[in-house]
């Protein structure tokens, strides 16, 4: 687990004195800010430019409403270019805003004014979150992938199953559709089988009887 003092953290609030009293609880805990901005437009610029760098922020602390863009829709936005954990702030806790926060993929949320303790428990949980999100969401691509290739492998697999109709004397096989074919032009269609023709001993006797005597192949 990482250090507060490790974990770095954007504040996106508009409020300037509420953004202060953020800051100095986040400096209290111990917590690396990294950056500040007024407005979601400006959350979503700023970590997608540092992106894969060493200034890429840990966390986002987020505040709801604001003008421009608000922290609902600049949340969602985030965790579809570049997820992370985010922490919503609200000046009031409703269950509507809590579960509108959970769907486009906020961790936790905090009432402002935080507390230090309830911060540094509030990132915490949000990161926690975050990384078994991840983990779900891997553990899903990858069963997503290996059905594919099962369902790719048994789209190549054809199998005869059941009862087949078959003529007693041609020995032909009536189809779903009542058609009847014969038995190799069947089983080439419903099956990986191939077929290489030649002749039984019986019939190549029938066929050629001048080359067998009593059944059996003369020289």
Request: hydrophobic share 40%; proline share 6%; with cysteine.
């Amino acid at each position: 687990m990482k250090r507060n003092q490790d974990i770095r953290v954007l504040i996106v609030d508009d409020d300037y004195l509420a953004g202060e009293m953020i800051v100095e609880v986040l400096r209290e805990g111990g917590f690396n800010i990294v950056g500040r901005v007024s407005d979601g437009s400006q959350a979503i610029e700023m970590v997608t430019q540092y992106a894969g760098t060493p200034s890429q922020p840990d966390v986002v602390l987020m505040d709801i409403e604001m003008p421009n863009m608000d922290g609902i829709e600049a949340t969602r936005l985030i965790q579809e270019r570049c997820p992370m954990p985010v922490v919503m702030l609200t000046a009031y806790e409703t269950p509507d805003l809590v579960t509108l926060a959970g769907e486009v993929g906020a961790g936790a949320y905090l009432v402002k004014p935080p507390n230090p303790r309830e911060v540094e428990r509030t990132i915490i949980i949000a990161m926690a979150r975050f990384d078994d999100m991840l983990k779900l969401r891997n553990l899903n691509d990858e069963l997503q992938t290996r059905n594919e290739e099962l369902q790719e492998a048994l789209a190549q697999i054809k199998t005869l199953r059941g009862l087949l109709p078959i003529c007693a004397n041609c020995k032909k096989i009536r189809d779903d559709d009542g058609y009847w074919q014969d038995v190799a032009v069947y089983i080439r269609d419903h099956s990986e089988a191939e077929f290489s023709h030649g002749l039984c001993p019986d019939c190549a006797a029938k066929l050629y009887p001048e080359f067998y005597k009593n059944g059996e192949p003369q020289d």
